[in-house]
């Protein structure tokens, strides 16, 4: 490394180094410590109100049109896997961090970055997956970047999209708009994506087959604000799971989260697989899965527009926004006893998307 | 890997797979296999007419506000170097890939994927100078996403950067706008970048130190506009060189390029260095440089401003748009000859960013 001068602004490492003198696997598990990185490093250099909301993707208005901008880098191992690949995975995921901030996705555009020696018939699968997902999606491929980096310097492939979409009038999606008294919804059955790259991961054989749930959430998320233009929230589950997402939310929000185990929809092969693992599905990563907070007015409308589209039809309403506890998420467990449900720590399951 | 049952289209690798069966080096060096690559797998597969343009970003209207919209990933090794390092050039690429649009840029996403075990003191630097570099472009850093990849998984820190910008009425760049008669300008010394990053690899010293030019350059292109709204094309000759960029306009427009090699402006020192290491620096990647096709009756004026900006001091007029050898790049060496100027095949400079 070349010593360059670079003319620092005198501005000590908020990360303290003694503690964390190198990025670990933890600092990008969506948990607590990829938290800490991106707030107190991040936010807090780049300062801007867009940063600062905390939101799947940025929203701002250019010449009068309302715009969301969202990126996401995939890195997911291994690149093919039950239900789909990185490709598809890379258009699916920001399609939907689009679609969380209540935009139409447009427009996306694609980074490449190859490891030297992925066979081109390997990367022509993701490619035609790519448009399949874009053509599914109704979003368009707009632009790209190809790099190549020399062998063992990447592994096999990395995905980079970002996207732009459109909020149309009337709509304001943000986690600091939840509100005491909101439902919390969930579009269906959870932890299938995490569970799904476990079985293949750990060469795990299950009597059914676990398949990801990798999806685009525009569809569902336009029908339901058909139902209800002024859903407070909406987030996709992803790394960390809903644990996570709800923890999230209660903090920007600043208000208590009361969920109920037995209302939480998961299928009965996913809970065994999280037992025989260890894992808590709450804190397994979602793909194709998203939770919404709605003024509880129109919680039934809504749920009702959930359980019409095929993405939705094991919707469930799993809780509400509460006074009591603020910051934190609470669950009511299946034998009646009360558990805080807290972000997670560490890296349950690293490169999982 | 898993055998999971994608449902292909039934089309063969447009890439002969014969010839090559896996990804190289050179399919992400900026030259003909890269091009090959792009334009056989992405353009063909994704087709649509932003794709097509083959533009250093797609361009596009949404609810009346005209947009350009750009993503580049950079992998440079070492990731810091002599005049900067990955950060500002990931911040500064993306800015100039919209300004070569004709556009003000406004946002950027960034998406970091860190190798576990990347210093975090040397993650604070980058990040840092990412916001410098923010700050002086004029741009906002308004989203972003952090991935930790494992050990040997990754090169240290690569780093997406995608963004969004305005382009005002009356302004049409693309490379498909070259005209017969066109003035060629460049704005400033070639080939620094590159001979930073070689020297640095291959542990060389010369008398004067070799400098990366990294820059933004919306600013020296808003005054090139104040002086001519209608420049016909802008490009930044990074990968490949202003060779390869000349090629791919010449190509893109269908017309014939003729440049003399005694006004390319070139430092004796970067020449030099060239010489040493055995490279043409016409295929030697620039960063903080741009070249211009102007209207021959606005040419001066476009130069004139050129030279006012503290980015454009060096500005040279090297060439025009001719009748002959459509599609083809053609020299005038200094000895009075004249040769054909190939694009770049195969991969002089890995990952130069």
Redesign the interface.
Known sequence: ????P????G?A???P?SE??????????GGKL?QQ??QK??VS??A?E??SAM?D??M?T??????A???????I?????????IGELAVNGTVNDLAMCGAKP??L?????????????E???I??????A?QRAGV???????????R????KI?I?T?G?G?ISEGINIHPQRARVGDKILVSGKIAQHGIAIMS?REGLEFESEMKSDTAPLNELVKAMLAACKDIHVLRDPTRGGVASTLNEIAESAHVGIAIREETIPIEGAVRGACEILGLDPLYVANEGKLIAFVPQAYSNQVFAAMKRHPLGIDAAIIGEVVTDHPGAVVMKTRIGGSRVVDMLSGEQL??IC
């Not at 490394?1 to 360059?4: F, G, L, N, P, S």
């Not at 901008?69 to 890195?75: A, E, K």
């Open positions: 490394m070349a010593d360059t670079i003319d620092f602004t501005l490492c908020p990360i180094i964390y003198p190198h990025v670990s696997l933890a600092h990008g598990g990829s990185l991106i490093m991040f250099q780049f801007n867009q940063l939101h993707g940025a701002f250019i010449d009068g049109a309302r715009l901008f969202s990126t996401d880098s995939y890195v191992n291994p690149i093919f896997f039950p239900g789909g690949n447009l427009y555009a694609v980074g490449l970055i190859i490891e030297e020696g992925l066979s081109m018939d990367l022509w699968k490619v035609q997956s790519m448009q399949k874009a368009v491929l707009a632009t790209g970047d190809t790099k190549v980096v020399d063992g310097k990447g592994d990395f980079n970002s732009i459109t293949v690293p490169r």
